[in-house]
């Protein structure tokens, strides 16, 4: 495979090391018909620059604001080669729609502009690590955007104070910002070199930028690699080091660290270093890492939480003065080896984590995101989202950005642009709607009808993986906009969905399993069936609430029930030989 992002930063050469190598991640969750709380999605819209061309990695950074959406394409080479560009959208009642691209005053061969992203409000930061600065190729620097009216204009260049310094290297790795502080992660810094690592603290002050701290860890390190990542909530910094050592190599090698700042009148002091409770070596904990609030999750690609299987994400809380380990999330489908952990992002209760190696839905490294629920201090897995049109090596999940309702998930060698070459790599992003109160359960793992395994979707059918069921929008009775949609179906079959009052384990149903049951309501199918169609979907909604009134009392989805919605379908060339199946399955809970 290609190189992700062409720069000479060893950060992004182990970016490239966990889409090439990512392994199996995490040991099977406990056995559990369905959990506890949870969440599904359906496709809203899919993003493309609208002048993608080979290599643009469109895709790379993606952030979600109200009103606006924000992805970079740092080798975009429009006017110079990989000196990359941000694209603008506005987010309308209509969908997304493009309004502009963003480059550099000053556009530079391999600046790689939107290596980083970050944005609040009325402002956007980019930033470009290779950026020539005093005449020496490598600098760094970070773009500060201001919204005026409906257009982003550029309003300041950020360069470290120390830039002249030989060993200021790389400038822009990373980016965060909250309110009136931003926060810009370096590879190097001048006082201690070597991979060492810096942050960049710079304040609104009399309407600019001014740098005023630059953080540094209190331990530093040849090759630690502090601010690799980095976030900012009010007046907590929180920075990622994911080549920290606790003792002599290779023993202890790059573990990983992430160090906690804390504002102090007009100074930042570090209060903690937080480590993975089960460290490993070549872990890289704090590789990505997001910040809200009390709530922080943290990414360690490499960690080996069993033999053979490699990344993990840790939760973090703070309780009084200090943050404590919480969780380390599990996923049920370790098979695919799907590189979790690639990105993070968090918004009111919900963690979206991206695994760009999954091939759940049959093609090698077309990847995924996977989303968890907070429900008290814990985070349990809600569900999956996969692209309708993946294909191999899209590397779905390699940036990922939640708000409200919406995800966006970035895709960077996607082929769209030409999709006769294999490595066209012209990159994309998907705009998912949640479903906040819709569980995806009864997966196949167990060995299914005739051995047609599938650890997230249905039994696996004659195209040789399973069915999946997902929900979009809001589950309330009043606006009745939940949509359905079963995806992965074989093309052209005949397909019902039906609901019922409870659910239980798996019971053998033609090829697949039925996880549906009848309960004190009853099952009761909506028609008339449809076709998969040439693209194998089927969907539902929005009236499907409506729908029902035609069905007996019992049979009325009502606000304070929960339902259970599972697919049949014909399969003739099914693998067991019983010419039809069924898709996974949906818990709903239904709103007033």
Known sequence: MTSIIVTRTEVQRHRMGLVRAA??????????????????????????APDAEQGDRFGSQCVLLPGWIFVSAPQDDDVQSQSGAVYVFERTPLGSIFRQKLKTPTVQFGNVLGTALAATSDWLVATAPNDIVGGVYGKGSAHVFRREGGTWVHFQKLI???????????????????GDVIVIGEEDNSWFQNLCGSAYVFELQGGSWVETAALVAGDPAIGDSFGTSVDVDGDVVVVGAHSDEIGPPPTDENLGAVYVFERQGTTWVQRQKLRASDPTPYSYFG????????????????????????????????????????????????????????????????????????????????????????????????GKALAPD???????????????????????????????????ESGSAYLF?????????????????????????????????????????????????????????????????????????????????????????????FTPPQSSGAQGAMSWGPGLIASTAANPPAGQISAGQSWYFQTWFRDPDGP???TYNLSSALRIAFTP
């Open 287 to 382: 590789f990505e890492l997001d910040l809200e609030g009390s709530d922080l999750v943290i990414a360690a690609g490499g960690h080996e939480h069993n033999p053979g299987e490699k990344g993990a994400a840790y939760t973090f809380v703070k309780r009084g003065s200090q943050w404590e380990q919480s969780g380390e999330l599990l996923l049920p489908d370790p098979e695919h080896s799907p590189g979790f952990g690639m990105s993070i992002s968090i918004d009111a209760g919900i963690a979206v984590i991206g695994a760009i190696t999954d091939a759940d839905n049959g093609f090698d490294s077309c990847g995924s995101a996977y989303m968890y629920g907070k429900v008290g201090s814990d985070w349990q897995l809600m």
């Open 576 to 578: 067991c030989g019983q």
């Open 433 to 525: 709607d949640l479903a906040p109160d819709a569980t995806q359960f009864c997966s196949c793992p167990m060995g299914g009808t005739c051995g047609n395994v599938d650890d997230f979707g249905g039994c696996r059918h004659s195209l040789g993986y399973g069915a999946i069921l997902s929900a979009g929008g809001s589950s309330s009775v009043a606006s009745d906009v939940l949509r359905i949609e079963a995806r992965w179906l074989p093309p052209n079959k005949p397909g019902i969905l039906f609901m019922g009052g409870a659910y239980g384990a798996p019971t053998p149903f033609g090829d697949g399993g039925m996880c549906v049951q009848p309960g004190a309501a009853g099952l009761f199918r």
């Open 160 to 178: 470290p104070s120390d830039w002249a310094s030989p060993a200021t290297d790389s400038f822009g790795l990373s980016a965060a910002i909250d």
């Open 23 to 48: 392994h199996a991640v995490l040991a099977l969750l406990a056995a559990c018909a369905l959990p506890c709380v949870g969440t599904s999605q359906t496709l809203n819209q899919k993003l493309v």
């Open 390 to 424: 993946g294909a191999s090596s899209d590397l779905l999940g390699y940036s990922v950005s939640v708000q409200g309702s919406k995800v966006l998930i970035g895709a960077i060698t996607d082929d769209d642009a030409c999709s006769s070459n294999p490595i066209c």
